[in-house]
């Protein structure tokens, strides 16, 4: 019974000298294992925050995103709120991502033919995600670089190699021209069309399994507020709740500024910044054919993290 204990704690040893140099992955998969977090030198603070997670009391809310990869107020509402809520309540909040909306179905022999609503673009969009989800545990930040890239479908390969080094684009096209994308992307079909009451647009959420107008507004214009009010366990810090007062007792002077704050240029995230857009939402008709997906000028990207900073600002 000792030994795994005794090779840990060597294992501790001998990784904190050279921890942050042999870090091979990205902050987002840092806990994923005892060995990356060994590798990466942050055990102390995965044990800790594993803690936390295994010590919840009450259930997670839960979020769920019925969409379409080219709806531009599907983009809208993930990169600018169900993402970065996301990465701020994730402790006290779990997503689900259906991406399918209001796409058709027909069965052929064994397999599914798609219809989207914005053309095969979209349905292509759709099935990356789709395998996205299925095959890493990066995929929201790898869909939310896609959905806030001009071009969701040509960003898709770039996206993935910025944030998964294991798995490969060869990988995820099998996946997509495959039965097991076609079977998954079927799921989808069948989720959405379990909702009760039925989808009317996209985005549309559910909250804890369930839609209403009222739910839908709320989430629509602060999910982070809505989430942290609808969690019935202890309230946590980003919500408002008590911290434990923290001194600080390392200052950055003058010299060492400069390098905070300012990003080599290409590095680091796209933030849709569009608070000057109009919400929009995609209905299903039968009248619109396929759609061109948004152009360049109804979604930029940019690299602030103002809209971030913004969300917190208006939630506390
Ligand atoms: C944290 O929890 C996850 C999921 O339970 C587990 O896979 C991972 O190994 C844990 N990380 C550490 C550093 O213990
Ligand atoms: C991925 O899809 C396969 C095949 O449908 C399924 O068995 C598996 O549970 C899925 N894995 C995840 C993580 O969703």
Redesign the pocket.
Known sequence: MKTPLLLLLLAVALNVQCALSSCPHPPSQW????ES?LQCGV?KQ??ES?FTRSHQTADAVEVVLYYESLCPGCRMFFTEMLFPTWLMLKDIMSVTLVPYGNAQEKPDGQKYIFECQHGEQECLGNMIETCLLNMTDVAYQIIYCMESSTDVIKAAKSCLELYSTRLKWDSVMSCVKGDVGNQLMHQNALKTGALKPPHQYVPWVTINGEHTEDMQDKASNSLFTLVCSMYTGPKIPACGGEAKPKRYRSYCHEEESGTLGSRPPGSGYHMTTSSHLPRLSCRPSTLDGPQPGPSARSIKPSRSLGTLASYVSKAL
Do not use: D, K, R, V
């Open positions: 806990c994923s294992s005892l977090a055990l995965c044990l594993n």
